[in-house]
């Protein structure tokens, strides 16, 4: 059974930083992309970064040059580095599961609980 668990969420100030992790179970992880999601109150589930199998890495426009994902096989997790965060950064991430890195969500097949982060002064 697929599981996967965000963690790392909370209440930061702008510019500050937070590292979520997805910690993963119940699958060849090394096998598999891992994607970062984010929906913010009243609006869609949009993409935020992935990383593949191999480590190639995605990520929006919104979050470039301070969102950073990474992985570690041996620990089935996927971290999400976020710095300098915004308060349009406020949303519930989630991470999810497929087969490649792609912005779309219907290409993942199994999801998270969600954490959330809120960023606020």
């Known amino acids: 059974q697929v599981q996967l668990v965000e963690s790392g969420g909370g209440l930061v100030q702008p510019g500050g930083s937070l590292r979520l992790s997805c910690a993963a179970s119940?699958?060849?992880?090394?096998?598999?992309?891992i994607g970062w999601f984010r929906q913010a109150p009243e609006k869609e589930r949009e993409f935020v970064a992935a990383i593949s199998r191999y480590g190639t890495t995605d990520s929006a426009d919104s979050v470039k040059g301070r969102f950073t994902i990474s992985r570690d096989n041996a620990k089935n997790t996927v971290y999400l580095q976020m710095n300098s965060l915004k308060p349009e950064d406020t949303a519930v991430y989630y991470c999810?599961?497929?087969?490649?890195?792609?912005?779309?969500?219907?290409?993942?097949?199994?999801w998270g609980q969600g954490t959330e982060v809120t960023v606020s002064s």
């Open positions: 119940g699958f060849t992880f090394g096998l598999y992309a």
């Open positions: 999810a599961v497929g087969r490649a890195v792609r912005q779309t969500a219907d290409e993942y097949t199994d």
